[in-house]
């Protein structure tokens, strides 16, 4: 695979990475009766950011990569959402939350950049080929 085209390589995949370790080490502290609920459904939102984004960098057209980044954009509000439940619901003290809330709207900043700068080039390419 062609290094300049490797996703491993995007700001969004590497920050997305870090979001998804900080999320899991979180999951640590939650009790054990929501190991197979409310974490269970936050480790596949917060995995489902970097693994779009992934997937979304593999696609030839800026119509699929547009696609694929809003799948990341909206697993990422997912995440943002469940966070806030658990704060509720006293598994975790909003006093853990705030580096991950930076980290969230760090990644969401990143994928909208991106988004935009797709549309654009979609604008672009159709223009183009009329």
Do not use: W
């Amino acid at each position: 695979m062609d290094k300049k085209y490797d996703y491993k390589q995007l700001d969004v995949y590497k920050e997305s990475k870090t979001l998804v370790m900080m999320v899991y080490r979180l999951l640590e502290q939650f009790p054990r009766e929501e190991q197979y609920a409310l974490c269970d459904q936050l480790r596949r939102a917060v995995i489902s950011v970097p693994s779009n984004i992934a997937e979304g960098s593999g696609r030839r057209s800026a119509k699929e990569q547009v696609h694929f980044l809003e799948i990341a954009y909206g697993s990422l509000r997912e995440v943002d959402c469940q966070l806030d439940i658990a704060c509720d619901l006293g598994y975790i003290p909003i006093s853990k939350l705030e580096g991950i809330e930076e980290q969230i709207q760090k990644v969401g900043a990143i994928i909208s950049g991106l988004r935009n700068r797709h549309l654009t080039n979609s604008k672009i390419e159709n223009q183009q080929s009329k």
